[in-house]
């Protein structure tokens, strides 16, 4: 099972919004209700900022959000901040079989 | 507050074997499911295993399948995954996680290396 394809990079200037996508196959994303999200920084654990496609776990702030459309899933960082430079991953549940595809990673960068 | 804490890595030779524990701590081990996640040096994260929370259903990728065993002791509120043969591409830092279809909560990750 092939990753889920992200761009390798997005910038942005403080308080633009910056759109990363995250396609994939419809066998990928076979229940979009398992999409998810992960911020990580530099040496750091990932962490879950978006799960089931466009949920935010508590404590994760409102600029971040999730979408779907066919065979991608977006995050939206609204009102880019310098601490969101960061690397960011998406996830989905992709059957009985693979179970759990990541995608490659988009780097973050704040202008 | 949900703590996980991995332990096990370190320089092993081709071939070798390892195993690998995660202590959890702040919820109810025995009601989430769990799962091991890795990231080689630079690279993207990569599925490797996923046990149900009795223990009784596992799930591999293809790519480990018949060289990682993941299995966990509720009493000890602890997981585990064993790697027989490793190679030179295993080396990377091995994450815990908790659950199944999205990873609330992670540890901070245990290196291991893979060289002669």
């Known amino acids: 099972q092939s990753a889920l394809t992200q761009p390798r990079s997005v910038s942005g200037s403080p308080g633009q919004s910056v759109t990363v996508s995250c396609t994939g196959t419809?066998?990928?994303?076979?229940?979009?209700?398992?999409v998810s999200w992960y911020q990580q920084h530099p040496g750091k654990a990932p962490k879950l900022i978006i799960f089931?496609?466009?949920k935010r776990p508590s404590g994760v702030p409102g600029r971040f959000s999730g979408s779907k459309s066919g065979n991608t899933a977006s995050l939206t960082i609204s009102g880019l901040q310098a601490e969101d430079e960061a690397d960011y991953f998406c996830?989905?549940?992709?059957?009985?079989?693979?179970?759990?595809?990541f995608g490659g990673g988009t780097k973050v960068t704040v202008l | 507050e949900v703590q996980l804490l991995e332990s096990g890595g370190g320089l092993v030779r081709p071939g070798g074997s390892l195993s690998l524990s995660c202590v959890v701590s702040?919820?109810?081990?025995?009601?989430?499911?769990m799962t091991w996640v890795r990231q080689a040096p630079g690279g993207g994260l990569e599925w490797l295993s996923t046990?149900?929370?009795?223990?009784?259903?596992?799930y591999y990728p293809d790519s480990v399948k018949g060289r990682f065993t993941i299995s966990r002791d509720n009493s000890r509120n602890t997981l585990y995954l064993q790697i027989n043969n490793l190679r030179v591409e295993d080396t990377a830092v091995y994450y815990c996680?908790?659950?199944?279809?999205?990873?609330?909560?992670w540890g901070q990750g245990t290196l291991v290396t893979v060289s002669s």
């Open positions: 996680a908790t659950g199944s279809g999205d990873f609330g909560a």
């Open positions: 702040g919820l109810t081990f025995s009601d989430y499911a």
């Open positions: 046990i149900n929370n009795s223990g009784r259903t596992t």
């Open positions: 419809s066998s990928d994303f076979t229940d979009y209700s398992y």
């Open positions: 089931e496609a466009t």
């Open positions: 996830c989905s549940y992709a059957g009985t079989n693979t179970l759990i595809v």
